[in-house]
């Protein structure tokens, strides 16, 4: 994984939800949004962080995705990518 800073954002309404974080920090940017569909006091639901939730992990599977095709490429024998 690299550590390339991820955005993500919801917008509901007149609030902004932002979230940043790294590859390294994705169970923490998964708990942060449980703690805030679990504030009363936000408009941010556990749908909310069920979406959001959801497009980490899809980010996490494309990452993932390429960075095995560039080690498999990496090792094929010259010639053959």
Same mark, same amino acid.
């Given at each position: 994984?690299? /550590? /390339? #800073?991820? #955005? !993500?954002?919801? #917008?509901?309404?007149?609030? +902004?939800?932002?979230? !940043?974080? &790294?590859?390294?920090?994705? %169970?923490? =940017?998964? +708990? %942060?949004?449980? $703690?805030?569909? &679990?504030?009363?006091?936000? &408009?941010? *639901?556990?749908? /909310?962080? =069920? #979406?959001?939730? @959801? @497009?980490? $992990?899809?980010? %996490?599977?494309?990452? *993932? =995705?390429?960075? /095995?095709?560039?080690? $498999? +490429? =990496? %090792?094929?024998?010259?010639?053959?990518?």
């Amino acid at each position: 994984m690299n /550590d /390339d #800073v991820n #955005v !993500l954002a919801l #917008v509901k309404g007149k609030e +902004r939800y932002l979230f !940043l974080y &790294s590859d390294s920090q994705q %169970a923490e =940017a998964l +708990r %942060a949004l449980g $703690r805030q569909a &679990s504030n009363p006091e936000l &408009s941010f *639901t556990w749908y /909310d962080a =069920a #979406v959001l939730s @959801r @497009r980490i $992990r899809n980010e %996490a599977k494309k990452h *993932t =995705a390429i960075n /095995d095709r560039i080690a $498999r +490429r =990496a %090792a094929l024998p010259k010639g053959e990518l």
